[in-house]
Every structure is written in C-alpha cells, then in structure tokens.
C-alpha cells in the first residue's frame, strides 16, 4: 500500500508539475502598428587603405636595409605616380631583427 501511494504522489507529482511549468500564450488584443525597412546606400568612396611590408634578408644588417629602402623609394614612386598626394602615404613601423640558425626560412623567390 505505502508503495502504491509513493508511485501515485510521484505521478501526480509528474503531472502536476508539467502542468504548472507550462504558461499560457497570452493574446495581445490592442491595435499596433508594425515597420520593418531596409535601405542600401550607394556613394562613390573617398578612402582606401592599402597595408604593404618590405622584408630584406642579409647578413650585413647595412646592405639589408639598404636594399629596404631601395625598394621603399620604388614603392612610394609607383604610389605618386597614382596620384596619390604625398601627405596622404605614412609608414607605420620598421622593425629589424636578428636571426640566429632560426627555424624561420625565407621564401624561396620567383625569377
């Protein structure tokens, strides 16, 4: 008999509980206005930023940064000749590093 009323608690339990965790959809009745929109804008832009790196390997940290700068010169020379104005071409940082039987290789170049 105990076991008969534990099984039955339990499935009202059960039951009662499913029903209580349950909530009603309420339906809202008062008048509403509802707006969805897109829009797509199309303007001619004024802006680009190019991002760029120069690297040099050499023994002689000298002639490294030499061919470096030799580079540069012909990089900002294409970029004038664009039409980009001068003041508008910036570099961003130069970092120089040694490398001592590194794990880190050099790309093998195209001809």
Do not use: C, H
């Amino acid at each position: 008999m105990k076991r008969f009323l534990a099984t039955a608690a339990t499935a009202v339990l059960l039951i009662g509980g499913a029903a209580w965790g349950q909530q009603t959809t309420l339906y809202d009745d008062r008048p509403k206005i509802t707006v969805n929109g897109e829009a797509v804008v199309n303007v001619k832009p004024d802006k680009i930023v190019i991002n760029f790196g120069i690297e040099t390997w050499d023994t002689d940290i000298i002639v490294a940064k030499q061919k470096n700068n030799e580079i540069l010169k012909k990089a900002k020379a294409a970029i004038k000749e664009s039409g980009v104005p001068e003041r508008e071409v910036q570099t961003d940082y130069l970092s120089i590093e040694p490398r001592w039987k590194s794990e880190y290789r050099r790309v093998q170049e195209i001809p």
